[in-house]
């Protein structure tokens, strides 16, 4: 049979008790003019990038509760458009930043790998976790 009826309002549910909730992207690969080094200047190179955000732990009342995934690689994008970025680091604290400026987020950790900083490793990177100050 198929589905056409939506689910139960899941805050009617007085049983139901959220403790935690995530939204996060993996693996989001992008291009991006890199690093401090002459020879990465004036091209791109490939990040890997993940973001979790850790968001109010209610039940979800209606679709403007919600955090967009897309909204994550949207600002990911955005910093890379900027221009040169010479740190990995920069742009991992950029992304937390940028990410924070939603005021339903609480938690941001920005994970990037760089995968052509050393020869022979599949990546290198960085991990910044940050949250409201």
Do not use: W
């Not at 190179?45 to 994550?72: F, H, N, R, W």
């Amino acid at each position: 049979m198929p589905y056409s009826e939506p689910h139960a309002d899941v805050s009617a549910n007085a049983a139901l008790r959220i403790e935690a909730m995530s939204v996060f992207v993996r693996g989001l690969e992008l291009s991006a003019e890199i690093g401090l080094y002459a020879h990465e200047r004036g091209r791109r190179q490939p990040l890997i990038v993940d973001v979790t955000l850790s968001v109010a732990a209610k039940p979800l009342a209606s679709l403007g509760d919600l955090v967009s995934y897309e909204a994550i690689a949207t600002k990911a994008r955005a910093i890379i458009e900027r221009g040169h970025i010479e740190l990995v680091e920069v742009f991992a604290e950029a992304l937390a930043a940028a990410c924070l400026e939603d005021v339903r987020v609480l938690k941001v950790e920005v994970r990037v790998e760089k995968p052509e900083a050393v020869p022979g490793a599949k990546a290198a990177g960085v991990t910044v976790v940050a949250s409201r100050g």
